[in-house]
């Protein structure tokens, strides 16, 4: 089973609610796939790391060949190709689309690898953490995020942590899920940020629940919305100071308090019965 877990915007406890399924889960997989900012594995400490460069294809050009046709630089849309007397090839630009190579009519042009960020795996207890580091000022995650979900999808239960809001890397997390689990605040602010997430994984039919963090028993918000769109709201975290503290510190409050434990085991197992209420459905 894969439950993505995705907030509209980064500080509503996502990484808290995805590090605490995924502690909780027997033999659980803990995906980072917020590779611009990881952070679980600061809360996990994982062990016995192992590091994994990821590379992408980008041009690179042989300039005796190259007559400054110009059809490599009128076919990227990127902007990562220009000519001024010679080829130049801007690689931080480059989405690695590979069609300048394939447009080239002198074959001046080839792909070379470069590195664009790594993939972490290591264990903490039982649970194996996986996370993506997206090199400073690149484009885009999105490779480091489809080799992680190709190579890591090892275990019972597999809860990705998605980037916050709505992006291409957002799409690639979600896409091979089963459940999706949007964390919300129950604030106006917070309803315009579920309602990006909302619509989301509505236009991928994933089926999905909520939860409210950082409750203060005043959400009529939250619940007016989900009850108008039909969304299950899986449970409500209240505004502990308890949670503060052990976030704080860096630990994970389901290995050190008991009754966020069981709250935890309880929402997986919910999640659990949905997702199989959902692939009944889907067969019959």
Same mark, same amino acid.
């Given at each position: 089973?894969?439950?993505?877990?995705?907030?509209?915007?980064?500080?509503?406890?996502?990484?808290?609610?995805?590090?605490?399924?995924?502690?909780?889960?027997?033999?659980?997989? +803990?995906?980072?796939?917020?590779?611009?900012?990881?952070?679980?594995?600061?809360?996990?400490?994982?062990?016995?790391?192992?590091?994994?460069?990821?590379?992408?294809?980008?041009?690179?050009?042989?300039?005796?060949?190259?007559?400054?046709?110009?059809?490599?630089?009128?076919?990227?849309?990127?902007?990562?190709?220009?000519?001024?007397?010679?080829?130049?090839?801007?690689?931080?630009?480059?989405?690695?689309?590979?069609?300048?190579?394939?447009?080239?009519?002198?074959?001046?042009?080839?792909?070379?690898?470069?590195?664009?960020?790594?993939?972490?795996?290591?264990?903490?207890?039982?649970?194996?953490?996986?996370?993506?580091?997206?090199?400073?000022?690149?484009?885009?995650?999105?490779?480091?995020?489809?080799?992680?979900?190709?190579?890591?999808?090892?275990?019972?239960?597999?809860?990705?942590?998605?980037?916050?809001?709505?992006?291409?890397?957002?799409?690639?997390?979600?896409?091979?899920?089963?459940?999706?689990?949007?964390?919300?605040?129950?604030?106006?602010?917070?309803?315009?940020?579920?309602?990006?997430?909302?619509?989301?994984?509505?236009?991928?039919?994933?089926?999905?629940?909520?939860?409210?963090?950082?409750?203060?028993?005043?959400?009529?918000?939250?619940?007016? +919305?989900?009850?108008?769109?039909?969304?299950?709201?899986?449970?409500?975290?209240?505004?502990?100071?308890?949670?503060?503290?052990?976030?704080?510190?860096?630990?994970?409050?389901?290995?050190?308090?008991?009754? +966020?434990?069981?709250?935890?085991?309880?929402?997986?197992?919910?999640?659990?019965?949905?997702?199989?209420?959902?692939?009944?459905?889907?067969?019959?």
């Amino acid at each position: 089973m894969r439950i993505a877990v995705l907030s509209g915007k980064g500080g509503t406890g996502k990484t808290f609610v995805a590090t605490s399924l995924a502690a909780v889960a027997s033999q659980g997989v +803990y995906l980072d796939c917020d590779v611009e900012e990881p952070n679980g594995h600061l809360f996990f400490q994982p062990q016995f790391i192992a590091r994994q460069e990821v590379e992408v294809p980008v041009p690179q050009v042989d300039h005796s060949k190259c007559t400054g046709c110009r059809r490599c630089v009128e076919f990227c849309r990127f902007k990562a190709l220009a000519y001024v007397g010679q080829l130049l090839i801007f690689e931080e630009m480059c989405h690695s689309c590979g069609g300048c190579t394939l447009f080239c009519p002198e074959q001046a042009l080839s792909e070379k690898p470069r590195v664009i960020g790594k993939i972490e795996q290591g264990w903490s207890e039982d649970t194996l953490v996986c996370s993506g580091f997206l090199n400073p000022g690149e484009e885009s995650g999105v490779p480091i995020i489809a080799q992680m979900i190709k190579e890591c999808l090892k275990g019972q239960t597999i809860v990705i942590d998605s980037p916050p809001g709505s992006s291409c890397n957002v799409m690639e997390s979600v896409a091979t899920a089963d459940y999706c689990l949007l964390v919300a605040e129950s604030t106006a602010f917070g309803i315009h940020n579920l309602t990006t997430v909302s619509e989301l994984v509505t236009l991928f039919q994933k089926p999905h629940g909520v939860i409210i963090n950082k409750t203060m028993g005043q959400d009529h918000l939250v619940e007016a +919305y989900c009850q108008e769109r039909d969304i299950h709201i899986i449970g409500s975290i209240p505004f502990d100071k308890e949670v503060g503290k052990a976030l704080s510190k860096g630990t994970l409050v389901v290995r050190d308090n008991t009754h +966020y434990r069981r709250v935890f085991q309880e929402y997986l197992e919910t999640i659990t019965r949905e997702v199989a209420l959902h692939e009944t459905v889907a067969r019959a």
